[in-house]
């Protein structure tokens, strides 16, 4: 069973590899005997007790994904590095924050930019390196706020409130994933995307009083670990998928079921 989701030989290119749930990703893509590009404009530097072993595993690789010339620039020197890339996980967003009314045109496009934009350059430049390998995989992370509105009520004055543009990119992002599926099929690239649900960063959590709002959302009254996301992950990375594509997997305690 172990061989189904295995990724030994794999290349993989984690966007935003530096992140709260990319960084578990990466670590979990080398769990399964993966070569890993982190592809992120920030380093993370391994914690105190890491495995070295998996740190060695993982190569960082700066670069801008706003701009195209550094998304070609870090795709080169992964192949430079690795000889090839057989998976690209679109795992990195950023964006810009406002209420509807107040939000400037500039604001719009960034957190467009910042989902299905970066979503978009990426997948296209990725596209050479997949015809030069055979085909490839393509792993897009959504959210559940590109299925389901964020509920207003219980944001409040948290501070923690979702802008419009952050959720009409993530589906976007959805659209996207079914998009490449059906147009890239016949170059043997699958494409898929996972929607993760709360997953609140356990370096800056937000007040109690809003975690309980988050968790009472779930059908599983809690919110998501890092490690949560992993899986989805690797089945659709893996040839444990090798029938699924244009698929979108929720992992979000039940948050958009009810
Ligand atoms: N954490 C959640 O609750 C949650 C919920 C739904 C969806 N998501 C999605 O999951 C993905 C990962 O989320 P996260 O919580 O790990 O976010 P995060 O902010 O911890 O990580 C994002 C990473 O992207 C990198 N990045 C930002 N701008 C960049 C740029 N221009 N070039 C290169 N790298 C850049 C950041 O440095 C960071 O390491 C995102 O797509 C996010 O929208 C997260």
């Known amino acids: 069973m172990k061989e ?19 960084s578990a990703l990466a670590d979990g893509f080398v769990n399964y005997g993966a070569q890993v590009a982190v592809a992120d404009i920030t380093e993370r530097k391994a914690e105190p007790g890491e495995d070295p072993a998996v740190s060695e595993k993982k190569h960082f690789i700066a670069c801008d994904l706003s701009k195209t010339a550094s998304i070609q620039a870090m795709l080169e020197k992964t192949a430079a590095i690795f000889g090839k ?3 690209l996980v679109n795992c990195a967003a950023y964006g810009a924050a406002s209420p509807i009314e107040k939000m400037s045109d500039e604001e719009w496009n960034k957190g467009l930019d910042g989902t299905v934009g970066t979503a ?45 543009n952050y959720g ?10 079914r998009y490449c599926a059906a147009h890239l099929a016949d170059r043997n690239i699958r494409v898929n995307c996972v929607t993760p649900g709360p997953f609140p960063n356990s370096a800056k959590l937000p007040p109690e009083e809003f975690l309980n709002e988050l968790r009472n959302k779930t059908m599983l009254g ?6 949560e996301m992993v899986g989805a992950v690797i089945y659709l990375a893996s040839d444990a998928s090798s029938f699924t594509t244009g698929s979108n997997i929720v992992v979000d305690g039940g948050w958009t079921a009810w």
Request: charged letters at 15%.
């Open 222 to 227: 809690r919110i998501g670990g890092p490690q």
């Open 85 to 87: 890339i057989d998976v």
């Open 4 to 22: 189904l989701f295995a990724m030994e030989g794999k290349v993989v290119v984690v966007t935003g590899g530096s992140g709260y749930l990319g």
């Open 120 to 164: 978009f350059r990426c997948t296209r430049e990725v596209i050479p390196y997949f015809a030069a390998n055979g085909g490839g995989v393509i792993v897009n992370f959504a959210s559940m706020y590109g299925m389901v509105s964020p509920d207003p009520r219980i944001y409040g004055k948290s501070g923690q409130n979702n802008p419009a």
């Open 168 to 177: 009409a990119g993530k589906a976007a992002v959805i659209q996207l994933t």
